[in-house]
């Protein structure tokens, strides 16, 4: 792909005063650190939008509150997680890997490589096709330094990836979309739930792995939310808008099992390279109690069909709340705009319950 060196001269200099000075590079030459997102539909940017997939988010209502008041591929009624962590390290948003415009200085700013519907586990999201597995966004983010050598050169690619901060969100899917997903499922008939959750947490240590042999040196690895309260799960599942207890079972299991093994990663690798994010303990702040939050609701999705609005994805058809800060949940699944921003002030400023070992003001200072 043709680029113009002219258009990242800038950029250059400010690597390479970054580079030399370190921090006492001037002020008016700081750039932000790049920011790569791995993951899925909570942190897809709109990479599915150029898949043949029924895992996409590209038609209203979504997007009704995004700047653009268009449907970008965020499952959100507007800014997703990365976009707002975006805002507080002081960056663009980082564009979806498979957009046409990521080239140039946009390439710069990091990338998202997330792509709705993956998990762990390859087999997990099959019924969507065509979606961009966890070892493919991690071939994708190889590319993607090669392509930005070809701009600013190997050693400053290198310190780029060093520098940058990462987010991976992996693994409720493997619940939800694999174990989960039909009764007796091909997973659940070979593991029982004690034994697969040891498995899938198996698995994700060697992405991460991966990911670290990569050049990622700070990356915020999130835990799954509550997976048996969700507007999808209490449709299908739930009586009396109690939560789905095998669910919340799973959750219970997985998210100290992650937490161990970051600690074992890091304990490991003698550096703190990976930070747990606690983001099931995020959502039953406001769960527990949503009118501290200013919810009205953390049970009914704003926008769906059927009961608690958990029935399919979000469309023309839908019922459509009018006001979208006083509801917990977007959709069948997955958190309001106002609901992520609740998420990454924890993630920004959050004690050592939410935030392990460091929350991200302390890695940004």
Avoid at 345 to 360: A, F, H, V
Wanted: charged share 15%; hydrophobic share 40%; net charge neutral.
């Amino acid at each position: 792909m043709a680029v113009s060196f002219g258009s990242t001269s800038h950029v250059v200099l400010t690597f390479y005063l970054l580079a030399t000075f370190g921090p006492f590079a001037p002020r008016a030459e700081a750039a932000p650190r790049a920011f790569f997102v791995f993951g899925d539909s909570l942190v897809d940017s709109g990479n599915n939008n150029y898949l043949a997939t029924t895992a996409r988010a590209d038609a209203p209502p979504y997007g009704i509150d995004h700047p653009s008041h268009r449907a970008t591929g965020r499952f959100s009624n507007g800014l997703n997680i990365p976009d707002l962590i975006s805002q507080r390290i002081g960056s663009e948003p980082t564009l979806p890997y498979l957009s046409p415009e990521l080239t140039g200085e946009n390439l710069l700013r990091g990338a998202n490589f997330a792509s709705a519907g993956v998990g762990i586990l390859n087999d997990t999201g099959v019924q969507f096709v065509n979606i961009i597995r966890a070892p493919v966004q991690l071939d994708y983010f190889k590319q993607y330094q090669q392509r930005v050598s070809a701009l600013i050169g190997p050693e400053y690619t290198k310190q780029l990836v060093n520098n940058a901060l990462f987010l991976v969100t992996l693994g409720g899917n493997d619940f939800v979309n694999n174990y989960y997903l039909v009764p007796l499922s091909a997973r659940s008939r070979q593991y029982k739930l004690q034994d697969y959750v040891p498995f899938i947490i198996s698995e994700y240590r060697k992405i991460l792995l991966r990911l670290y042999d990569l050049g990622a040196r700070r990356v915020l690895v999130t835990g799954t939310g509550p997976l048996g309260c969700v507007p999808a799960e209490l449709a299908q599942h739930s009586r009396n808008g109690e939560c789905v207890a095998e669910l919340q079972y799973a959750a219970s299991l997985y998210n100290p099992q992650l937490d161990d093994m970051l600690t074992s990663l890091n304990q490991e690798l003698g550096s703190h390279v990976f930070v747990g994010v606690n983001t099931r303990q995020m959502h039953n702040d406001f769960m527990s109690n949503p009118g501290a939050y200013g919810f009205v609701t953390a049970k009914i999705a704003c926008c769906g069909q059927g009961p608690y609005n958990g029935i399919g994805l979000c469309t023309l058809m839908s019922n459509v709340c009018p006001n979208r800060d006083v509801y917990a949940f977007w959709d069948a699944f997955h958190p309001s705009e106002k609901a992520s921003r609740l998420i990454v002030e924890q993630i920004m400023s959050g004690t050592t319950e939410y935030m392990k070992p460091m929350n991200l003001s302390t890695i940004l200072a």
